[in-house]
């Protein structure tokens, strides 16, 4: 029965079939599934085109199917957008509409949204996604755009029964044939590469299948509700997947469907029993879960498959993998997989073929069907484990990693869907079970601390897994999950989740461990430690703020304290099973401690946002120092790491110490780990404390009162800076607020305040470089109102700046000055720095800010401030101030620097001092008074007795028992009897036995406690040691030795007898550099010490922080007033400082020093203004109006030659023929006179369809046009001397003005070429540097010999007149000779001369040069010839801003080399005689006859002067003309050629009039012959119309030309100003000609009306009658030789005598020379403008959407940057564009990154880019995506170097394109 059907009019079969349907007999639904059968037999191709055109015309039921499609969206109800993309799409996000972080909005709805002002971004889509316009669970309604603002679907009709009725019974079919084609293709293993291409051809050949069902997706609601209920309908599947539902095919549906459970079961995924998985998941807390080790031999339980995996990368992380035996986790979740219908399946065959794009993009389609989201979240949620299991073997685990995420953000970012299927579908149990399982494929046996009894197990770094960051997507889905609310309320309620996840952070909890290499330097240095970075950061910490997020609140607290527990069971466990006591192995570190960093951060959050007390979380003494030894050691590992003592281990180690503090970790981990430390440094005996960090420091055996000690853990080089560590890290500890009681907005403040204080910053550097909170819900987004407004409070904006020459800046922000004065903070600054030099520029900042405001003049030290509110929970961080050990330290060391000891540094004393002061601005309430009283007497020769450094700071010390080796000069004392001995150590037990009975482990722990204090000491009383200076002392092993293991010291008794207060004192005398120094200042003015405000003198070096610290002693306790006043009185005598002898002295050598200054500043300023001078003449290549410049010849004499300088020999002297010397030139060939328009307006970038430029308007074309205009009909050598070439492809000469002897630039090219040095230039094409200026250049013009006798031929004007003159010129034309360099002997400057030339003739391509008919003819290189010096000028006139008024010589001349160029191309042109019958000369100056009958009938007459190009004559005349030249006979020619010039401007006036008005001025002239008719206007205009009204010119004026008809009346007056517009170009080349040959001074004049008699009376037409300040007529400048009348006539003959058509005539009649200034393109002000049109717009030649579009901004061409569509003969667009369109100068903007790039030859470089930001800053790939805008000011920077071919000189980065571009 189908077949039959099959043969008849698919659209026929579609209508009866549909009405067959509709009836209840069930026989058309029989009929459709036969036909269906057929067209849809698993035996004919899946996706042939035949039966989707069935499918489509059935669905359609009789109508077309397009029509079908519109009627369908007609009952479209859905009201989101949900356009799916794919990666590289470009999308916008909204910050300030968007609920979700992910949400992201196609360019239709965000430019049809309301989104001005917001803060939005575009980006470029890495995994894809989709559309969230509509979605009000992703995005606030005001974001919507029109079309999806929330319309009620009531106004949509229900959709009609019968529309969709034939859809419902075809679809299950086709998605039964999509699913029977997957299960077909598939066979495993895909990791054979054959396999592999099979699954490609299957998708291949199922696209037009699939590319239907999306259309079918894009109709509409209607359409995705009924593919929602085929795909989640289960009977249907049940029907049609097994094969019971038909007959015919029954074998084939049966084996199909084993092909599927095959598939199933391969995937080990169909029963549980099959296979048992090994995990690390168990239910008890405790050591056994990390204990049971087997290696991978013994792991029998696992499958082949994974064993071969397991074996075949062995080798990657090079160390041995480990199984977990204990496997308790829950088969289900990954191993059961039962698919119920065709949504299932699908999704199943999508995950099997690796998310193939197609499929991806049809799922996803199907999204804003609501019911099918929730479906289908279900189903992606049941296929999780398994989809992680295929990423894991995947080859191409990127690709599939983002479409997965491409899925799953659509789903789990909506909070509803997320928290129901965390419900319904255990998504978290499956999410934190499937990191596990992922995680342990590649655990390593950890070897911290133990290596034999380590049971811990890491994650191995070097695996796959890790370093390609595969578990990305999964962590990816985890945090948008925890960022709902109620989602991650339900994972901190279950304790089973927190236990899983508390095993899953510490397989990460010493991961990466560091050995420092002690001997060789490490053979093979890993880079493994960025993936370790990476995985704490995005697997542990992320997570961590995840959930951070939601314990703010007081409700929240339980959870809060459940984490806190958790996290000191997972400790307490991994200390157990690392086998920890209380050291830690020496030389080896982790940077890596999530644990540490969970427990902290979730501490931290509990004592500020949830008020909870800190004791309650905290553990017992034993395990606070047990947690405090790792972050210690890493603190004290930086230390080490930056004194270079980890350099052999590469320069990994220090990659590790940077990422560990740079911006997107330090809030994850350093942060965390001092918090961590502060905690334990508050709650722990502050005396164990402090000894731990300086023995971790390794420093203690340099904390001795002898000037020599031996250290057995330090190379004596490390010692300074290691103690430098540990006091800053102690200022650090005690001095930062972070988590102890900072808000937010201060944190930020500090942030901001420490990167400005760096250095100036763009705003987006500080965006990155501010650690944000890494979860997105934090209040603080980047960008954000908060961040605006604190940046505004504390920096300024600095604009860009624009330097014509050099780099462009960009947009930064600088700190306010009372930032600096009030807020610059140098500890938050260490704490942030990458780099140590970062820390260096801080303060060489902060030093030039002081002396700026004149607050200081000297070095300052870093400034104290006073620190912020301290959070009472931590009050107890004080104590570690007010202890002794740390009181032993400070005096120690303040002794030390007193007595100048080895290794001591100011820094140190800056830190002790901080400390010192830290302690004062921190005393304990209670300072007992009556204790200092008579405590003097009681101990006066022991350590102190107190812990108040209020008491302390005076307290005497009188001797000290020290050991030193024998040789050391304190051994010669006899000792005293007494001499201070340790008192701690009774403390310390009796301390204990108190606390004994708190715990039962707290007396060992004291013990130990007491053990150190008293060992520390100890050492501290009687430290060994020996000089620094003996070269044996290097200790034999890294051990730690005990101090008194080395047998040649001896104990000696020094005597001290000081306090830390008189040792203050006498720094301060040292560090004045004065005896007596220092003198109270309460003493002076006797005012109380309380009025004194030492913050005041915050400002200032070591003397001011000493005064500072003494104020404050003083104004806090009597008893150290009164110390102080009694010092100062033995010191010195208790008068009051007078202005005596020494301070006199003083005062002369400051004096003497002053002088000494101002003088060095003299000779530098001088050395500087020299300097300046010499770069504006050598390097400013831009400013016309600069004074200094350098004439060529360096020193000009008026009686002989002119003397040139080389700048290789240094030799002066003039240039001869023998040895010629030569200016240093960059020839470049040019276009920019070429893009010159008619308009001034200059034309503006199309960015839309209905815009277009053309090029028809250019002068180029116009020339081109000309010339093949008069090549059609005149005789072509005549043509090529009739019109100058070059206006495109023309050669450019610029000089950077320095010469050298040209066999001296021979050898030093040669030089270059032997130099191995990587030269961004092309030797062997002749380029160089200039070697004094180092100005690119790429050859030498010889300079012509100037010869003395020559000088006199220069007269000034004599009274010759014009005939004779006339005459004269002629001679000398006929004459080859009066050359001084005979042509016919070869000398060296001849051969330079045609050397040079032969380099002009290569600058530019050949299609450039030849133009006439006969290619290589001589008149071809005459035409180039002197079209080069025509260019030469014209472009100098350019540059001078298209007119003279200015005058005056440019720096352009100054430095010009037209001169010696003329020479060149004179000698060249010479070679060449013209005819004397077609000489112009004679048709200019005399009447000739015409000769009929001497041209033969096919010889094409000469082009009549009229049409003639006039300042292309003067080229040729004057470089005929004999050199040197006499001013006499220039001034002669230009003369007869302003002749032909006024008449030209006549005739081509009189074409422009209308037919009535050539008639009145025909008849006017012709009334007004008199005697001086030959000078009257109106005369030659009324004999110029009746000559050649002759000629019938004017017939076709009437007809077809009113456009021409100008809405001028022409009155006399218009007359005269077109007439001067007409001639003032020749007159400006002229001009510009007489200065270069003659060097007359230009003359300049105020308004441009004053130009034309100001070049008329400059080039010596005016009659002397008249003075230049006149009213000036044009006909009077005329001067004829003869009749004008009738030379007039003649001229007119030439044209009449030609028979062509009269509008051809007049084309070539109506010369035109007024051209507008060459400019670039007129940009859009806004980028997004360019972006939207061009970047999907299709190249022109292939048709396809360029991968890089290019856009040329010189004529608006479409381009591919490196294309290889558009490829010719291996030249990339680019490059031959800028070839075609620059002559080898090329300027593009590429559209997907806003930058220019510009092509000069065969180079290139990023010029940068003509569009900023609001903060003026560049976007180089639109990484950021914020709005741009144009920069007028950089885009005529970037027009300027093109005008004036300054590109080469300014942009210093040039590489090769090899024509790639």
């Not at 085109?49 to 397009?66: P, Q, R, T, V």
């Not at 002392?1033 to 005990?1042: E, H, L, N």
């Not at 006969?1414 to 290189?1421: E, R």
């Not at 003026?1816 to 950021?1824: A, F, I, M, P, S």
Request: charged share 25%.
């Amino acid at each position: 029965m189908a077949l039959p059907l099959l043969r008849r009019d698919k659209r026929t079969v579609a209508a009866s079939l549909k009405a067959e349907c509709s009836r209840p007999d069930g026989r058309g639904v029989q009929l459709l599934s036969e036909l269906l059968d057929n067209v849809l037999s698993p035996k004919r191709p899946a996706a042939e085109a035949e039966a989707i055109e069935w499918c489509k015309w059935l669905m359609a039921g009789g109508e077309s199917f397009d029509d079908f499609c519109k009627t369908v969206r007609a009952y479209d109800d859905a009201t989101l957008c949900g356009l799916v993309w794919t990666a590289n799409f470009v999308a916008y996000r909204c910050r300030t509409c968007g609920i979700s972080p992910c949400m992201s909005l196609c360019a239709e709805c965000f430019n049809a949204g309301e989104h001005t002002g917001h803060d939005f971004n575009m980006f470029r889509s890495q995994a894809g996604g989709a559309c969230d316009c509509g979605d009000s669970s992703v995005m606030r309604d005001s974001g919507f755009c029109k079309r999806h603002r929330s319309t009620s679907s009531s106004r949509i009709p229900s959709v009609p029964n019968e529309l969709m009725m034939m859809s419902e019974h075809i679809l299950p079919r086709v998605i039964l044939r999509l699913v029977q084609h997957l299960r077909d293709g598939y066979s495993e293993p895909v990791s054979d590469p054959s396999t592999e291409r099979d699954l490609q051809k299957t998708l291949q050949q199922m696209e037009p299948l699939i590319s239907l069902l999306e259309d079918l997706t894009k109709m509409g609601g209607a359409m995705r509700s009924i593919l929602t209920r085929v795909l989640g309908n289960h009977q249907i599947y049940k029907d049609l997947s097994t094969g019971d539902f038909c007959n015919g095919e029954k074998t084939f549906a049966k084996k199909n469907y084993d092909k599927y459970l095959a598939a199933l079961k391969g995937s080990g995924l169909v029963s549980s029993e099959e296979r048992s998985v090994t995990s690390v998941l168990d239910q008890m807390a405790g050591a056994s879960n990390v204990t049971i080790l087997g290696a991978t031999t013994g792991a029998g339980q696992m499958d082949s498959s994974d064993e071969e995996e397991q074996d075949g990368s062995q080798g990657v992380g090079k160390r041995k993998r480990v199984k977990l035996c204990n496997s308790t986790k829950d088969p289900s979740i990954m191993d059961i997989l039962k698919h119920k219908c065709f949504l299932e399946e699908i999704l199943f065959w999508t995950v099997k073929y690796e998310f193939p794009q197609k499929m991806v993009t049809f799922l996803l389609n199907m999204l804003p069907d609501q019911d099918y989201k929730i479906a289908f979240t279900k189903t992606f949620v049941q296929h999780y484990a398994f989809i992680m299991k295929t990423l894991i073997k995947s080859h191409e685990s990127d690709t599939m990693s983002n479409r997965i995420v491409h899925i799953s953000v659509q789903l789990f970012s909506n909070e509803e869907l997320a928290r129901q299927v965390t419900e319904e579908c255990q998504l978290l149990e499956i999410m934190v079970t499937v990191l596990l399982y992922m995680m342990e494929s590649c655990l390593v046996k950890s070897e911290l601390q133990d290596e034999e009894n380590n049971f811990h197990v890491v994650v191995n770094c070097g695996e796959p897994l890790l370093k390609n960051n595969t578990y990305w997507p999964l962590v990816s889905d985890f945090i948008n999950i925890l960022s709902h609310q109620s989602v991650a309320k339900r994972f901190l309620e279950d304790q089973g989740l927190l236990q899983m996840w508390m095993n899953f952070v510490s397989f990460f909890q010493g991961m990466n461990l560091n050995k420092r290499e002690l001997n060789e330097h490490v053979e093979f240095e890993s880079q493994t430690y960025y993936a370790a970075f990476a995985a704490e950061l995005e697997a542990c910490a992320q997570p961590m703020w995840g959930l951070l997020t939601h314990c703010k609140v007081k409700e929240m607290e339980e959870y809060t304290r459940t984490v806190v527990r958790y996290c000191l069971d997972a400790l307490q466990d991994w200390f157990d099973a690392i086998n920890f006591v209380d050291e830690p192995a020496p030389n080896q570190v982790t940077f890596h401690l999530p644990l540490h960093r969970y427990y902290a951060m979730f501490l931290s959050k509990a004592v500020r946002c949830q008020q909870l007390d800190l004791d309650s979380l905290l553990p017992d003494q034993e395990m606070l120092m047990k947690m405090m030894v790792h972050p210690l050691q890493i603190q004290a590992s930086l230390s080490e790491i930056h004194s270079n003592m980890w350099v052999r281990n590469g320069l990994q180690i220090k990659g590790q110490a940077m990422t560990y503090v740079q911006s997107h970790f330090c809030n994850s981990m350093i942060d965390p780990d001092i918090f961590l430390l502060q905690v334990c440094a508050s709650r722990l005996d502050p005396d164990y404390f402090v000894s731990s960090v300086f023995e971790r420091f390794k420093v203690v055996d340099l904390l001795t009162m002898a000037s020599q000690h031996q250290n057995g853990a330090l190379d004596p080089e490390h010692e300074r800076s290691m103690l430098e560590g540990a006091l800053t890290f102690l200022v650090l500890l005690l001095s930062l607020r972070i988590h102890l009681g900072m808000t937010d907005d201060e944190i930020l403040r500090a942030e901001m305040v420490a990167q400005l204080c760096m250095s100036d910053r763009t705003h987006s550097t500080l965006l990155d470089l501010i650690p944000e909170n890494p979860n997105p819900k934090s209040g603080i987004i980047p960008g954000s109102y908060y961040f605006e407004n604190m940046l505004s409070a504390v920096a300024d904006f600095k604009a860009p700046v624009f330097e014509p020459g050099g780099s462009m800046q960009q947009g930064m922000y600088t700190p306010k000055a009372d930032v600096w004065d009030l807020e610059f903070d140098p500890i938050m600054v260490i704490l942030r720095t990458v780099y140590r030099r970062d820390v260096q520029s801080a303060m060489d900042r902060y030093m030039g800010f002081l002396k700026q405001t004149g607050k200081f003049d000297g070095n300052p030290w870093p400034p104290y401030r006073e620190r912020a509110f301290l959070n009472p929970s931590y009050k107890g961080l004080m104590r570690i101030l007010h202890c002794k050990t740390l009181h032993i330290v400070l005096f120690t060391l303040l002794y030390k620097i007193s007595m100048d000891h080895q290794n001591m540094s100011e820094h140190i004393l800056c830190m002790v001092l901080n400390l010192i002061e830290l302690g004062l601005d921190n005393l304990p309430e209670e300072t007992i008074e009556e204790e200092e009283m008579f405590g003097e007497e009681r101990c006066s020769d022991s350590w102190f007795h107190a812990t108040n450094i209020g008491t302390n700071l005076h307290h005497v010390i009188n001797h000290v028992r020290v050991r030193v080796p024998e040789t050391a000069p304190e051994v010669t004392r006899e000792p005293p009897a007494s001499t201070s001995s340790d008192t701690t150590g009774a403390q310390g037990s009796r301390r204990a036995t108190a606390l004994n009975r708190e715990s039962s482990n707290t007396a060992q722990v004291f013990s130990l406690v007491a053990e150190r204090r008293r060992k520390f000491q100890e050492i501290i009383n009687r430290n060994n040691s020996s000089t620094i200076h003996t070269a044996d002392v290097r200790p034999k092993t890294s051990k730690w030795t005990a101090p008194n293991s080395t047998p040649q010291l001896t104990t000696t008794i020094l005597e001290v007898r000081e306090s830390m207060l008189s040792l203050l004192i006498k720094l301060h005398h040292k560090l004045s550099g004065k005896q007596n120094s220092y003198y109270p200042c309460w003493l002076e003015d006797s005012e109380s010490t309380s009025r004194l405000d030492p913050m005041q003198q915050i400002h200032g070096d070591g003397t001011t922080a000493v005064e500072r610290i003494l104020i404050k002693t003083a104004a806090r306790s009597r008893q150290n007033k009164f110390s102080i006043e009694e010092i100062c009185r033995k010191v010195a005598p208790p008068t009051p400082p007078k202005k005596n002898i020494s301070d006199k002295k003083a005062l002369d050598k400051e004096e003497r020093r002053q002088k000494a200054r101002e003088r060095q500043q003299k000779l530098l300023a001088e050395f500087a203004s020299r300097q300046k001078s010499f770069m504006e003449t050598a390097m400013d290549l831009e400013s016309p109006d600069s004074d200094v410049a350098m004439d060529i010849g360096s020193s000009e004499r008026q009686d002989s030659e002119t003397v040139y300088d080389c700048v290789i020999c240094g030799q002066s002297g003039p240039s001869t023929e023998e040895r010629p010397t030569g200016l240093v030139v960059l020839l470049q060939a040019s276009s920019v006179l070429g893009h010159r328009r008619r308009s001034t307006e200059p034309k503006k970038l199309p960015t839309s369809d209905e815009e277009q430029i053309y090029p028809e308007d250019t002068c180029g074309t116009a020339y081109d046009v000309r010339i093949t205009d008069l090549q059609r009909h005149f005789k072509d050598s005549s043509c090529l001397q009739s019109i100058s070439i070059g206006w495109e492809g023309g050669v450019y000469v610029q000089t950077c003005g320095h010469t050298l002897h040209i066999d001296c630039h021979k050898s030093y090219m040669e030089s270059l070429r032997n130099d191995q040095v990587l030269q961004s230039f092309s030797v062997d094409k002749g380029e160089f540097t200039c070697p004094l200026c180092r100005q690119f250049a790429n050859s030498v013009l010889p300079c012509y010999p100037e010869k003395n006798e020559e000088k006199s031929l220069w007269l000034p004007y004599n009274n010759k007149t014009m005939q004779v003159l006339i005459r004269e010129v002629e001679e000398q034309q006929e004459q080859l000779g009066m050359f001084p360099v005979s042509i016919s002997s070869v000398t060296n400057l001849s051969k330079e001369m045609e050397s040079v030339m032969k380099d002009i003739r290569s600058t530019t391509q050949k299609k450039y040069i030849d133009y006439g008919k006969i290619p290589g003819s001589p008149d071809n290189d005459f035409l180039f010839m002197y079209s080069v010096a025509r260019l030469n000028l014209e472009l100098e006139l350019v540059h001078r801003g298209g007119n003279l008024c200015l005058g005056g010589a440019s720096a352009t001349s100054k430095r010009s080399c037209l001169n010696q160029l003329l020479h060149v191309l004179a000698m060249h042109m010479r070679l060449f005689r013209i005819d004397s019958a077609y000489n112009p000369w004679a048709r200019l100056t005399r009447l000739t006859q015409v000769i009929d009958s001497g041209i033969c009938d096919d010889e094409k007459p000469d082009v009549p002067l009229l049409y003639r190009d006039v300042p292309s004559l003067l080229m040729i005349l004057v470089l005929t003309m004999p050199q040197e030249l006499h001013k006499e006979h220039f001034t002669c020619i230009v003369k007869v050629l302003y002749n032909l010039l006024y008449t030209q401007a006549l005739a081509t006036l009189s074409v422009k009039f209308n037919e009535d008005e050539r008639e009145a001025w025909k008849n006017s002239g012709k009334l007004q012959i008199t005697g001086s008719s030959e000078k009257s206007c109106e005369v030659l205009l009324s004999h110029i119309i009746s000559e050649l009204s002759k000629g019938k010119i004017y017939c076709a004026n009437n007809t077809d030309q009113p456009s021409m008809i100008t809405t001028t009346i022409w009155s006399p007056q218009t007359l005269e100003y077109s007439i001067q517009q007409f001639c003032l170009p020749f007159f400006r080349t002229a001009s510009l000609l007489q200065h270069h040959l003659f060097s007359d001074d230009l003359p300049s004049c105020q308004q441009t009306e004053e130009e034309f008699g100001m070049l008329a009376s400059f080039l010596g037409l005016l009659p002397s009658s008249l003075h230049s300040n006149d009213e000036i007529n044009s006909s009077s400048c005329l001067e004829w030789p003869v009749a004008a009348l009738d030379i007039v006539s003649q001229w007119c003959s030439e044209v009449t005598s030609v028979e062509l058509h009269s509008e051809q005539v007049m084309n070539l009649l109506v010369q035109d020379p007024q051209w507008s200034l060459p400019c670039l393109l007129q940009l859009p002000e806004n980028y997004n403008t360019i972006f939207q049109y061009y970047h999907r717009k299709a190249c022109t030649h292939c048709s396809k959407v360029p991968k890089d579009p290019a856009l040329c901004l010189v004529c608006g061409t479409f381009v591919c940057l490196k294309g290889q569509c558009c490829k010719q003969q291996s030249y990339c667009e680019c490059v031959l564009h800028s070839q075609n369109c620059g002559a080898g100068t090329g300027i593009f903007l590429l559209i997907n990154a806003s930058v220019i790039i510009v092509i000069r030859g065969h180079r290139f470089c990023v010029w940068g880019s003509a569009y900023l930001d609001t903060h003026g800053e560049e976007d180089r790939d639109l990484r950021r995506g914020k709005p741009l805008y144009l920069c007028s000011e950089r885009y005529k920077v970037l027009e300027q170097q093109w005008v004036t071919h300054t590109f080469d000189h300014i942009n210093k980065r040039w590489g090769p394109h090899y024509n790639g571009l």
